[in-house]
């Protein structure tokens, strides 16, 4: 049996994971789905925005560890939570027996999200800074764009969407030496029009001598294509 632990992207919350977490379990698995501060579920938290940092919502992760008593833990990030789980696994390597960046950012030393996205992306949302939004506008069709093609799909999704703290794309996570053990995996999906901005972090692991597994799915794989998704994991956990 392992331990998995699914940390959610913009906007979202343990929700998203409502398709492939009982596929995990009906394998024999425990599963946990934290919700980062100010979103999903904790997004009455929101208010307290001055205080909400990509530090923040690693500290939620490595609470959960060591609250729940976690160990041998399979950490999968999705999207933004590339950065957090990059900062967990610095934090608490202990805990972890592998780490797995689901279609997420890959940050370098001293990177913040902010500078990994395309320049039309960041131009957009310094123009929002400027007129002093605080909060990441999302792209129009926000579950097209995921690859969500379902139109009862993408309404689920989009009725469970929360504002996102810029203040947690502007600062870089901590990285250690003794992180480097810890093995990591990327799993690119291929499909939709996310493909060539996480490609460049798919060639990333590659180039740190990560494992990487290509998935033909959008984005959001872990809503359309959960149990393809599934096997890749149990893959990873059963090594």
Request: glycine share 8%.
């Amino acid at each position: 049996m392992s331990v998995f632990v699914l940390v959610h992207g913009t906007s979202c919350g343990s929700w998203i994971w409502r398709y492939l977490s009982p596929l995990l379990r009906a394998a024999g698995h425990d599963v946990y789905a934290p919700t980062l501060t100010g979103l999903g579920a904790n997004s009455h938290l929101v208010e307290r925005i001055e205080r909400i940092s990509l530090a923040t919502h690693i500290q939620d992760v490595t609470n959960m560890l060591f609250y729940e008593d976690l160990s041998e833990v399979v950490l999968v990030g999705n999207s933004y939570a590339g950065m957090v789980i990059t900062g967990v696994v610095a934090t608490a390597p202990q805990r972890l027996a592998h780490v797995v960046y689901l279609d997420a950012y890959v940050p370098l030393q001293g990177e913040r999200e902010m500078d990994l996205w395309p320049p039309e992306e960041q131009a957009r949302v310094r123009a929002e800074i400027a007129k002093g939004n605080r909060f990441r506008p999302l792209p129009p069709n926000f579950p097209a764009f995921l690859g969500i093609a379902d139109p009862k799909l993408a309404e689920w999704l989009e009725q469970r969407l929360t504002p996102h703290p810029l203040s947690t794309y502007e600062d870089p996570p901590p990285q250690g030496a003794e992180s480097l053990s810890v093995p990591r995996t990327f799993i690119h999906c291929t499909g939709g029009p996310t493909a060539p901005i996480f490609e460049v972090f798919a060639s990333r692991a590659r180039g740190l001598g990560w494992k990487v597994v290509e998935l033909p799915a959008g984005h959001a794989a872990m809503v359309t294509n959960p149990r393809q998704l599934t096997e890749i994991l149990l893959g990873i956990a059963c090594k």
